[in-house]
């Protein structure tokens, strides 16, 4: 797990399609690290000082839990 890299990837999540897409399939790639990962967006959203970086977290956090429902097994 690179927490430089989801930190940038925080840093720099747009909220649009493409951009949470990206993210999100950064995150899905690294289900070994999820507990990291899930740890690393809640301090970004505890320390993001505005509440458009906080908002993109959740359209994320969004995407991420709607992808895994989709690929939970039956």
């Given at each position: 797990f690179d927490g430089d890299i989801l930190e940038e990837i925080m840093r720099t999540l747009m909220p649009t399609k493409e951009s949470i897409k990206?993210?999100?399939?950064?995150v899905m790639e690294r289900p070994r690290q999820a507990k990291a990962v899930a740890l690393h967006i809640r301090q970004f959203v505890e320390r993001a000082a505005?509440?458009?970086?906080r908002l993109n977290a959740l359209y994320l956090v969004n995407d991420v839990l709607q992808n895994s429902q989709r690929r939970r097994p039956g």
């Open positions: 990206a993210a999100k399939d950064w505005d509440f458009p970086p």
